[in-house]
Every structure is written in C-alpha cells, then in structure tokens.
C-alpha cells in the first residue's frame, strides 16, 4: 500500500485524492445486499466528480442530485433512452432532492417530468406554475438527534402539516407520489431511522385513507461510515430497516434510499506533503499543502474529524495540522498524534475522505488543489 501510494505521489505530485473505484462498487453492492427492497438514488453531492457517476451508472445505481448541473450530469447517460419511456427512465434514475427550487431551475428540468421534493405551499406554487409536468414527494422533518450533519432545522415539513400539504398539491393539479426524510448526516443512532419510518407511515396510511394513492417512500442518506470503530455496523441498520418496512409498509411500495457518504467516504485516500514545520507555542505545527479551503473543506462544512499518519516512524507527540492559505481559520487539527520528527518533504495520509471533501473546496489564494486519480475505473471481468 505505502510503496503504491509513493510510486503514485512521484508521478502525479501532491496533494493526490486517489480515488478507488472498485470501492465504490463494493459500497454500492453491500448496500444494494443488505438492503435489497430499496432502490438506491446516490446523493451526487458527497462527490460529484462524474467518473463517480459513471462508474455506479453501469451498476445500476440511481442518482439524487440538488441542482440543474448535478441534473445533467447524470441525464446524459439516460438521454438515448426511447422517448415514450424516458419519464420513468427518469423518473427511475434521478429524483431532485433539494426542496427549494429556483423558478429557472425548474423551468429548464420540465421537459424531463422530473420527480422532485418539496415541503412547503409556496415551493407546491412554484411547481405548479415552471414544472406542472413534475412528480412530487413530500419532505418531513424528522429526528435527527447525534448524527454529524443536522437537516431539520433547514428542511422538512412539519409532520401536522403533512396532510394539507398533500392535499394543497393535489388541489393545484399535481400529483403526490409518496414522503421522503432524511435523519442527518452519518446518523450512528438507528433510533432516528426507526421515528422517521414510523411518522411516515402514519402519513402515508391516512393519505392513503383519504384517496391519495401515495406508492413510494425516500429514506433519504444518513447511512453511517465506520469513520472509527465505535460507529455501528450498516448491517444491524439494514436489519432494523428491513423489519420496520414489513412492519409499516404495504409490499408494492417503492422504496428510495439517498446514500452519498456510505458510497465514497471509504473510496478516498489523501496524499498531502509537509511544506513547513515551525513551533508555536511549544506545539509542533506542521504546514501541508491542503486545507480546509480546499480537499479538507468537511472540516468546516461536514463537521467531519480527519485522521492522518505518516509515512515515517518517531516518538510521536500531540501537534496541530493547518493548510496552505494565508489564512489563520486554515487549520485542519490542532490535535494530532504525529511523529515529532516530520520535516518538510514529508508526506501525511489521510483515510475515508471520499465524501464532503472535494465536493466543496474551493481555489481560495489561487491554490488548485489536489489532482485526482482514479483506481480501478474498469471493472474486473
Ligand atoms: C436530500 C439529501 N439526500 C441525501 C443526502 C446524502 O446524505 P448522506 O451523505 O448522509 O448519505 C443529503 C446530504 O446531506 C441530502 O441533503
């Protein structure tokens, strides 16, 4: 592994994300094992980078996606399909699952008979006058109690108010196809799944009681990465799942999931380099060329925790880990277990950082960022 990681990092330089695209395929196959009613929608913004997006295409994968481009990306693979079919090629391919819309967004994805979520009247007034042609799922607010990225505070419908909003869109002429949530990101307690399954139910029996023919439910991302040992495993999740749904839920429904950490978190390692070394306060800080501007940005925006190591042996001791800009909000770790004997030149591995990383860095200080190089883009025959 280090010799490989080496002969890469002497051919391309660093900062190298090496991306591993057999490791997507086994996430997107353990997931689809354990899971086998749900239909998994990859969540495109953990990691937009489109050989991602192809590689789970040819497995069959659906993709969610938040904004027109994200859209596209994915379209151009379904764009041969026969036009009588295409609206549930799409439909079975891409569900856009930002609740807010712009009216130009949704102008330009009406041609396509998109399915697409909301979870207020004004956002059902803005599908009905751009996009009429669009399919409709309703965003509920539910638990999201220890995950790492908390969502309903900025989405989800109010469960009372779910009944009137089904009803509010089918009045506007639209149709409601089903409910969706999501319990925050990496979500390492089931309960949140479990409250969230047992709302939705109680919404999709009495719309279905009051007529409304609701036939599928989303259950959004959230899914856990073993970031450390303590998180539990997807497989007690996945049991735990597959009874509520027997439990609560006809067998002819549909079921979506939204998963985009669980696919590329673990698909991702980093290379960074040590491009200054200096004491500060008694504390060994070492300068790498990446930071939170930039491949570290879930520092920041995924209130995600890094790990590093390095490739070299040495008494370790606590130092801090900060990035390249000018900036002094540029630090990555102030505590970290490293060698004490690092020197600039040398390089530090970071593990599991395949989502909510690239995803959002930016070019801040006119630093590019890390080259990207992908692992096994064809699959084993
Ligand atoms: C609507 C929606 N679906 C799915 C996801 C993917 O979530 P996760 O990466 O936790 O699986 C997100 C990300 O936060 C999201 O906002």
Not at 101 to 118: A, F, G, M, N, S
Not at 189 to 209: D, Y
Not at 213 to 241: H, M, S
Request: charged share 25%; hydrophobic share 40%.
């Amino acid at each position: 592994m280090k010799e490989e990681l080496l002969e890469l990092v002497e051919r391309n330089g660093t900062p190298l994300f090496i991306l591993d695209h057999k490791i997507i395929r086994e996430n997107y196959r353990t997931f689809k094992k354990y899971l086998p009613r749900v239909q998994c929608y990859y969540a495109v913004k953990a990691n937009s980078n489109q050989q991602i997006i192809e590689t789970l295409f040819h497995e069959g994968s659906s993709f969610d996606v938040a904004s027109y481009h994200e859209f596209m990306q994915v379209y151009q693979y379904i764009k041969h399909f026969e036009k009588k079919d295409k609206k549930y090629y799409v439909w079975d391919k891409i569900i856009f699952s930002n609740t807010i819309k712009d009216r130009t967004t949704l102008h330009r994805i009406k041609e396509y008979k998109p399915l697409v979520t909301y979870d207020n009247i004004a956002e059902v007034k803005k599908i009905k006058e751009y996009c009429d042609t669009a399919g409709l799922v309703l965003r509920l607010k539910v638990p999201d109690t220890g995950s790492q990225v908390e969502m309903s505070s900025k989405f989800g419908a109010e469960p009372g108010e779910a009944q009137d909003l089904i009803q509010q869109a089918f009045d506007a002429g639209l149709t409601v196809e089903g409910i969706s949530f999501h319990v925050g990101s990496q979500c390492t307690n089931f309960n949140n799944f479990t409250e969230a399954l047992a709302i939705t139910s109680e919404i999709f029996h009495s719309a279905r009681k009051k007529g409304f023919n609701l036939n599928l439910i989303d259950i959004g991302g959230g899914f856990p990465v073993p970031y450390d040992p303590q998180v539990p495993e997807f497989e007690k999740l996945a049991n735990i799942l597959n009874s509520e749904f027997k439990r609560l839920f006809p067998d002819d429904i549909q079921i979506l999931a939204e998963p985009g950490r669980f696919i590329v978190a673990t698909a991702a390692v980093l290379v960074s380099e040590i491009i200054g070394k200096a004491r500060r306060d008694g504390k060994v800080f070492y300068h790498i060329n990446d930071g939170v501007y930039h491949t570290f940005s879930g520092v920041v925006y995924d209130h995600w925790i890094p790990n590093f190591r390095a490739f070299k042996n040495g008494e370790t001791e606590i130092c801090a880990v900060v990035g390249p800009t000018c900036d002094s909000f540029d630090k990555i770790s102030l505590s970290v277990e490293l060698p004490g004997n690092l020197e600039v030149g040398d390089y530090l591995l970071t593990d599991n950082i395949g989502a909510y990383s690239i995803a959002s860095a930016t070019k801040f200080n006119g630093i590019e960022g890390a080259k990207i190089v992908h692992k096994n883009l064809n699959p084993v025959a």
